[in-house]
T-cell receptor, first 113, second 115 residues
Framework: DAGITQSPRHKVTETGTPVTLRCHQT?????MYWYRQDPGHGLRLIHY???????DKGEVSDGYSVSRSKTEDFLLTLESATSSQTSVYFC????????????FGSGTRLTVV | DAKTTQPTSMDCAEGRAANLPCNHS???????VYWYRQIHSQGPQYIIH???NNETNEMASLIITEDRKSSTLILPHATLRDTAVYYC????????????????FGKGTLLTVNP
């Protein structure tokens, strides 16, 4: 979607290596989120941010860390990738107005071998 | 946030209206109904939302029952490109904390539009 970019789009990495996924927005939205999507589980929230340097855990945060040093960037890091982290990762942004939906990125397909 | 129940799958003929139901019997007074869809391999896309009045935009219409315990998303003239998983989500819209802005996705309804 316009205004939100995820990189890389695809990545293959080896077990035990660190991996960082990047979400970049140009909308100046306060809230940013990382989700993962797996067959049979749907979309699950990993971490989210409600401002620069303000982050919190979602429902499946183990093995992941995040950082947000500026409004436009939200980084998701897998400190030591495992095969169970093979998934499609989506970033989303939102704003605090009442009637506003979330905007999702196009996703990053990560394969850990 | 209230839980929602949707059928697992539905079929619709191209050009006909697609009516996707959602039950949310435990919805509270300050919770909105949101609809998103996810076309294969893409990120979810916001469609529409409402509180208690029916809503319409360029993509769809949302009909919410008077008791707000269920709603229906209507795609008036479905096309093959509308084939997707449709998610009905109920959540509070205005909150002071960041955690209340989380979206919780269920399994959704796979709508298949047939030629």
């Amino acid at each position: 979607d316009a205004g939100i970019t995820q990189s890389p789009r695809h990545k293959v990495t080896e077990t035990g290596t660190p991996v960082t996924l990047r979400c970049h927005q140009t909308e100046n939205h306060r809230y940013m989120y990382w989700y993962r999507q797996d067959p049979g589980h749907g979309l699950r929230l990993i971490h989210y941010s409600y401002g620069v340097k303000d982050t919190d855990k979602g429902e499946v945060s183990d093995g992941y860390s995040v950082s947000r040093s500026k409004t436009e960037d939200f980084l998701l890091t897998l400190e030591s990738a495992t095969s169970s982290q093979t998934s499609v990762y989506f970033c989303a942004i939102s704003e605090q107005r009442i009637n506003y939906g979330y905007t999702f990125g196009s996703g990053t397909r990560l394969t850990v071998v | 946030d209230a839980k929602t129940t949707q059928p697992t799958s539905m079929d619709c003929a191209e050009g006909r209206a697609a009516n996707l139901p959602c039950n949310h019997s435990t919805i509270s007074g300050n919770e909105y109904v949101y609809w998103y869809r996810q076309i294969h391999s893409q990120g979810p896309q916001y469609i529409i939302h409402g509180l208690k009045n029916n809503e319409t935009n360029e993509m769809a219409s949302l009909i919410i029952t008077e008791d707000r315990k269920s709603s229906t998303l209507i795609l008036p003239h479905a096309t093959l490109r509308d084939t997707a998983v449709y998610y009905c989500i109920v959540k509070k819209a205005r909150n002071s904390g960041g955690s209340n802005y989380k979206l919780t996705f269920g399994k959704g309804t796979l709508l298949t539009v047939n030629p």
